[in-house]
Nanobody, 126 residues
Framework: QVQLVESGGGLVQAGGSLRLSCAASGRTASRYLVGWFRQAPGKEREYLAAISWNVAATYYADSVKGRFTISRDNAKNTVYLQMNTLKPEDTAVYYC???????????????????WGQGTQVTVSS
């Protein structure tokens, strides 16, 4: 089992930036893929980005490509999501998740992940 803890959320003005962190502990060697999702009130969970742990291949949803950047620090067992040019519609709870393999273009599926963090709130004011 892998435990994931997100941090770095908060309140930011439109146009600002935040960097979210996802710290992994436990059987991290078995988790090959880490992804970021978000869920706004009344909306479905939305896939944002994913990174394969070993080779750092990255994948992005079209909605955030060019604004969000996913990266990882193997020494710290931490994956980051750098979010720039934030908009009010980016307001949501952001979750990281881990899975056993890199599915490539299918990384957007929630079913590709079997460990989830508790989420961190991001609020973007206009």
């Amino acid at each position: 089992q892998v435990q994931l803890v997100e941090s770095g959320g908060g309140l930011v003005q439109a146009g600002g930036s935040l960097r979210l962190s996802c710290a992994a502990s436990g059987r991290t060697a078995s988790r090959y893929l880490v992804g970021w999702f978000r869920q706004a009130p009344g909306k479905e969970r939305e896939y944002l980005a994913a990174i394969s742990w070993n080779v750092a291949a990255t994948y992005y949803a079209d909605s955030v490509k060019g604004r969000f950047t996913i990266s990882r620090d193997n020494a710290k067992n931490t994956v980051y999501l750098q979010m720039n040019t934030l908009k009010p519609e980016d307001t949501a709870v952001y979750y990281c998740a881990a899975g056993p393999r890199d599915w490539g273009t299918l990384n957007f599926r929630s079913s590709s992940y079997d460990s989830w963090g508790q989420g961190t709130q991001v609020t973007v004011s206009s």
